[in-house]
């Protein structure tokens, strides 16, 4: 069993920056990849970004791509995303999950946080 509690959303006006983090509790955050998902209202939950167990690959939606980083810190059990030229579609709750595939779909991902809100002002 592993424990995910997101932090670091809030309000921010449209360029600025925010950096979401993911703390991970239980046993062996190493042996999984994460994975940051999010949820528009109205509106399906979609990927926004991977990672490896090592960090050493990522995937990234289009729409994120070269505005978003996902990385990791398997010593402190803790994800992050920093997130960069932010825009008024980014607005979502944006979860945090784990599981033991390297993908892009919802279903391969077995734990999951409860959600942060991120607000784009335009």
């Known amino acids: 069993q592993v424990q995910l509690g997101e932090s670091g959303g809030g309000l921010v006006q449209a360029g600025g920056s925010l950096r979401l983090s993911c703390a991970a509790s239980g046993r062996n955050f190493e042996t999984y990849t994460m994975a940051w998902f999010r949820q528009a209202p109205g509106k399906e939950r979609e990927f926004v970004a991977t990672i490896t167990r090592s960090g050493g690959s990522t995937m990234y939606a289009d729409s994120v791509k070269g505005r978003f980083t996902i990385s990791r810190d398997n010593a402190k059990n803790t994800g992050y995303l920093q997130m960069n030229s932010l825009k008024p579609e980014d607005t979502a709750v944006y979860y945090c999950?784990?599981?033991?595939?390297?993908?892009?779909?919802?279903?391969?991902?077995?734990?999951w946080g409860q959600g942060t809100q991120v607000t784009v002002s335009s």
């Open positions: 999950a784990v599981g033991l595939a390297y993908s892009v779909f919802r279903h391969q991902y077995a734990y």
